[in-house]
């Protein structure tokens, strides 16, 4: 076992100071794996994720990224030692409460520090995620996503830690899923910048012409807000594919906004009857926005036909969650966009339009290869 630096002392973990495992750094390396803690192989060799895991994320996970370790990626822990117990050895758990939060804030102030050339740090299992994005959520539902916040300069991808996936076998498809899109991301083609779209209120010329272009698109996605138990309508967006490929929609304001008034919304109710008997009509677990049309007096049976990209999903991947959240972190296009229902209402349910648009156009060809 390595001695532990002077950096150490002071630090809850100190121990003995014996079983330091220093963090692998590689000077070209374009991403910074930050795992947890060593577990016993890494204390003896000196060397993190070295381990069961640490094999797998060398050798199955990283490569599905189109990374190579000691080439271009560089691996560390935010903690670097074992848990000491009280009998005198040592263990792979985690300390816990106030001690685990002292050793973070003092292993991390001491020995982490990214290279240079690291353009995106991945934060692999919940420890890595707490300390690099803070009290934002749990760690399932920001997997396959960039973290709001950046850490030491860099974005943040959160993964899956290896170790979780012995205990839960049936995310292991997802990890591989998620360091796919982790590729992606370096080549620059995850995630897709949010399209524009025009948020309606006053000039009903502007209403209608943009809910009558909707109807020369293949489907239009459609998601709604609404008072929840009530089924009242707060919001509705539309979003659709124009005939060059870019996204575009709108977004009417149904409640709250002074500048919508009643004859704005009896022109876009007007509208919205025409262009569900007349184009494709996608929702991702329709029921819920339905129950709230019906309540505008649009009846199921005046749909043309009906897409719900939930009902896709659970064909396709029965055994798992099947929330527009997760699905979208494993068939959608665009970053996170859910944690905005309280900040920012109309970028939250266009991010619900432009996402369920391209999880069906992605579970589409999906049904078709299976």
Known sequence: MLPKPDGCLGCPLAGDMTGFVPDELVTDSRVFVLAQNPGRDEEADGVPMVGLSGREVNTVFLPLAGLERRRDVSIGNVLKCRLSADSGRKSNDLPVGDTLHRAVQHCTKQHLCIPDNVQLVVAHGDLAFRHTQGNIGALADWRGFIGPQTYQGRPVYVTLHTASLYRDPKMRTIARIDWLKLGRYLRGEWPRAVPSRLVLRSNTTDLRHMVRSARCAPVVALDTEYVRDKHLLTLIGLAWQQPDGTVTGCQLQWMGDPQVTSDVRTAFLQELHILVGTTPIVMHNAFADLLTLQEL???????????????????????????????????????????????????YNWGDCIETLAIYDNLRKELERT
């Open 297 to 347: 007096g649009i009846r199921v049976g005046e749909f043309r036909r009906i897409e719900d990209t939930m009902l896709m999903h659970s064909q396709l991947w029965s055994e798992l969650p099947h929330t527009l959240e997760f699905v979208a972190s494993t068939h959608g296009n665009y970053n996170k966009m859910k944690q905005l229902r309280d900040t920012d209402q109309l970028l």
